[in-house]
């Protein structure tokens, strides 16, 4: 009777220890977080950043385009899909206008070059090509798009003629710092890839008004040469 009593002892601590033993590694799996802090406190902040794109950034920036009294409507414009499109036809198009263009556009030209560059056997990604940050699907795609509605519809009404309001060069510099955010932030990660983008953003920025600057600099130069 106290053979069997022992042995019942025995197999019930075999049991409790190997549970035991079963149970560490999936305790000590709880307790280790897969997110890195350091990447999630930086994809946060490029949230943020991307935000501040949308709005003020890219609404002020539209807004200057436009005479006072379709400030608010073009900066309205400024929350749709096109939005990267609008500023090519500020104030020369109706809102019902606005939603046929931004339909037609999104099923007949978007979602083609999506499918082309993102999705899986699309003609593009099958040669390769990298998309970081949207540049092929999004940003060429609607610069394309708002070079054609320039070209369609026209100049905007009152331009060179009617004053402005400098909300464009606020606007502007928003877009600016928000670029930050979109580029480096797509990397995912705080990395050595997320500082090569923001480095790259940052030069080619400061970079772009230069050729201007050099071309107006001859000019006056040649001017005063002239005089």
Same mark, same amino acid.
């Given at each position: 009777?106290?053979?069997?009593? *022992?042995?019942? *002892? @025995?197999?019930?601590?075999?049991?409790? !220890?190997?549970?035991?033993?079963?149970?560490?590694?999936?305790?000590?799996?709880?307790?280790? !977080?897969?997110?890195?802090?350091?990447?999630?406190?930086?994809?946060?902040? !490029?949230?943020? =950043?991307?935000?501040?794109?949308?709005?003020?950034?890219?609404?002020?920036?539209?807004?200057?385009?436009?005479?006072?009294?379709?400030?608010?409507?073009?900066?309205?414009? @400024?929350?749709?899909?096109?939005?990267?499109?609008?500023?090519?036809?500020?104030? =020369?198009?109706?809102? @019902?206008?606005?939603?046929?263009?931004?339909? =037609?556009? !999104?099923? =007949?030209?978007?979602?083609?070059?999506?499918?082309?560059?993102?999705?899986?056997?699309?003609?593009?990604?099958?040669?390769?090509?990298?998309?970081?940050?949207?540049?092929?699907?999004?940003?060429?795609?609607?610069? *394309?798009?708002?070079?054609?509605?320039?070209?369609?519809?026209?100049?905007?009404?009152?331009? +060179?003629?009617?004053?402005?309001?400098?909300?464009t060069l606020i606007g502007a510099s928003l877009l600016w710092v928000g670029w930050f955010g979109f580029n480096a932030g797509s990397a995912v990660a705080a990395s050595? +890839?997320?500082?090569?983008?923001?480095?790259?953003?940052? *030069?080619?920025?400061?970079?772009?008004? @230069?050729?201007?600057?050099?071309?107006?600099?001859?000019?006056?130069?040649? +001017?005063?040469?002239?005089?």
């Amino acid at each position: 009777m106290q053979k069997g009593a *022992i042995y019942k *002892i @025995s197999v019930g601590t075999q049991w409790v !220890s190997a549970l035991a033993l079963l149970a560490s590694p999936l305790a000590q799996a709880d307790t280790t !977080s897969p997110f890195n802090s350091g990447d999630t406190a930086w994809m946060l902040s !490029s949230t943020a =950043l991307v935000l501040l794109m949308t709005v003020p950034g890219l609404a002020l920036f539209y807004a200057g385009m436009v005479r006072k009294k379709n400030v608010l409507a073009t900066a309205a414009q @400024s929350f749709a899909i096109t939005a990267l499109i609008v500023g090519a036809f500020a104030e =020369l198009m109706k809102f @019902s206008a606005l939603l046929w263009f931004t339909g =037609l556009w !999104s099923l =007949l030209v978007y979602a083609p070059i999506a499918h082309m560059v993102w999705g899986p056997g699309g003609w593009l990604a099958a040669d390769g090509v990298l998309d970081y940050a949207g540049g092929t699907v999004v940003h060429i795609n609607a610069g *394309i798009a708002g070079l054609v509605a320039a070209l369609v519809i026209g100049k905007r009404i009152g331009y +060179r003629h009617d004053a402005m309001h400098p909300n464009t060069l606020i606007g502007a510099s928003l877009l600016w710092v928000g670029w930050f955010g979109f580029n480096a932030g797509s990397a995912v990660a705080a990395s050595d +890839r997320a500082g090569m983008a923001m480095a790259t953003t940052q *030069i080619a920025t400061a970079w772009r008004p @230069s050729p201007g600057c050099l071309r107006n600099g001859w000019r006056a130069a040649n +001017r005063r040469c002239w005089a």
